[in-house]
T-cell receptor, first 113, second 114 residues
Framework: DTGVSQDPRHKITKRGQNVTFRCDPISEHNRLYWYRQTLGQGPEFLTY????????KSRLLSDRFSAERPKGSFSTLEIQRTEQGDSAMYLC???????????FGPGTRLTVL | GENVEQHPSTLSVQEGDSAVIKCTYS??????FPWYKQELGKRPQLIIDIRSNVGEKKDQRIAVTLNKTAKHFSLHITETQPEDSAVYFC?????????????FGSGTQLTVLP
């Protein structure tokens, strides 16, 4: 499968625990996005990487959230001290420089108990 | 920032009829407008997009129209089929900068009745 992949697909955690998600973009795509989608809503932008540089962060991204893309390939999104309000689908997307289309991964569904 | 509103939130049509979903955006600097289809439990997938220098674009049974003056764009699906049933999201992307992050509407649940 040459599309965007995400791991894990599902994560159940207890409030206060830390979680980390991984995204592997399409190999030639140097732009990478994280979005969050809650039930019945469209995805909301969280953060953007161009290669290894994190160039944009939404105000939705509290200081409990951190994202990295250390070698400009895969990316990780960590949530510290999870809260019930963090329960959502976390989507990763990538695109090639000079092109508009963003390709989405299957998402990681987080449930915080 | 950009704000995208989408209507209706649910839409039921008979198989073979047409479906129209409408979106408005707030920032006149937006210049790229994709439509994504998301089936239950699946990833969003691009079905059609339009740039601000074009008023209409068509791909088989799907078309998108853009009115820059009014800041609204619409998705038209003709000859609907049961497999068109899904949630459809419109989005807008701001011109300038490298991010071009998408601001999405809240989605339309389309049900095509056989």
């Amino acid at each position: 499968d040459t599309g965007v992949s995400q791991d894990p697909r599902h994560k159940i955690t207890k409030r206060g625990q830390n979680v980390t998600f991984r995204c592997d973009p399409i190999s030639e795509h140097n732009r990478l996005y994280w979005y969050r989608q809650t039930l019945g809503q469209g995805p909301e932008f969280l953060t953007y990487f161009q290669n290894e540089a994190q160039l944009e962060k939404s105000r939705l991204l509290s200081d409990r959230f951190s994202a990295e893309r250390p070698k400009g390939s895969f990316s990780t999104l960590e949530i510290q001290r999870t809260e019930q309000g963090d329960s959502a689908m976390y989507l990763c997307a990538s695109r090639e420089g000079g092109h508009n289309e963003q390709f989405f991964g299957p998402g990681t569904r987080l449930t915080v108990l | 920032g950009e704000n995208v509103e989408q209507h209706p939130s649910t839409l039921s049509v008979q198989e073979g009829d047409s479906a129209v979903i409408k979106c408005t955006y707030s920032d006149s600097a937006s210049n790229y407008f994709p439509w994504y289809k998301q089936e239950l439990g699946k990833r969003p997938q691009l079905i059609i997009d339009i740039r601000s220098n074009v008023g209409e674009k068509k791909d088989q049974r799907i078309a998108v129209t853009l009115n820059k003056t009014a800041k609204h764009f619409s998705l038209h699906i003709t000859e609907t089929q049961p497999e068109d049933s899904a949630v459809y999201f419109c989005a807008a992307s701001l011109r300038g900068g490298s991010a071009r992050q998408l601001t999405f509407g809240s989605g339309t649940q389309l049900t095509v009745l056989p």
